[in-house]
């Protein structure tokens, strides 16, 4: 199945990690990649960059899955930062509001310094 969900992750150091998840981000996978993301965060992240450069499609699920992550960061003043050039993905997370929550970036030079400026 070429859409299935991979996720490869690299904890750097200073509480920072970067995250790759590659396929479908869809109700099927989106367990995997929470479960990935809030063991990231439980091993004190509180930086956190996902790209989703690789994502071929995103569902509610998976936006919740990602939002879960934040929110845990949030509560512990960690922030996420999202790479996507996708511009569906762009509009979704505009339309829902979630962009002040989970800021975008087009690369990972440009998360980082977002990361720094929150």
């Known amino acids: 199945m ?3 969900l991979h996720i490869d992750q690299d904890h750097q150091d200073h509480g920072r990690a970067f995250v ?8 099927n996978s989106s367990s995997q990649l929470r479960s990935a993301l809030v063991e990231v965060v439980e091993a004190g992240t509180d930086a ?16 919740s899955a ?30 829902m509001g979630l962009t002040d929550m989970m800021p975008l970036a087009d690369t990972p030079e440009h998360a980082w310094a977002t990361l720094a400026r929150l």
């Open 66 to 95: 990602l939002l879960t992550a934040a929110k845990r960061l949030r509560a512990r003043d960690g922030h996420l930062v999202l790479i996507t050039t996708d511009e569906s993905v762009v509009r979704m997370l505009r339309i």
């Open 48 to 63: 956190l960059v996902v790209d989703l450069r690789e994502v071929t499609f995103v569902d509610s699920a998976g936006f």
């Open 2 to 4: 070429p859409d299935q």
């Open 20 to 27: 790759v998840p590659r396929g479908a981000l869809d109700l």
